[in-house]
């Protein structure tokens, strides 16, 4: 007995998929969250560097990383002003009189 034309069709729609790097899997969850996990979904399916982002942080998020200390840190000595002697002109006030 031959395959429906149904099932045909799903098998060439599942076999475009995976010629295109997708794949179509069934996830469990809250009725509530059918939305977000679509359109979450969506939006990682995207090329781009937009896609990438969201990738990283739901993969942090999911492992439990949390980020490293020292990050602003590190950013401040990858500055191009690291070395020079930079001094900021300051206005000299003398202050003011205070009765003790």
């Given at each position: ?14 076999r ?70 930079v ?14």
């Amino acid at each position: 007995m031959g395959n429906s034309s149904q099932q045909r069709a799903t098998e060439r729609y599942r076999r475009r998929l995976a010629e295109q790097g997708m794949a179509r899997f069934e996830v469990l969850g809250r009725d509530a969250d059918r939305a977000l996990i679509r359109s979450l979904a969506r939006r990682l399916a995207e090329e781009g560097p937009e896609a990438e982002r969201l990738r990283t942080i739901v993969s942090e998020g999911v492992a439990g990383v949390t980020p490293r200390k020292g990050g602003i840190l590190e950013a401040l000595r990858r500055s191009p002003l690291v070395g020079e002697d930079v001094i900021p002109p300051r206005p000299f006030e003398p202050g003011r009189k205070v009765d003790l």
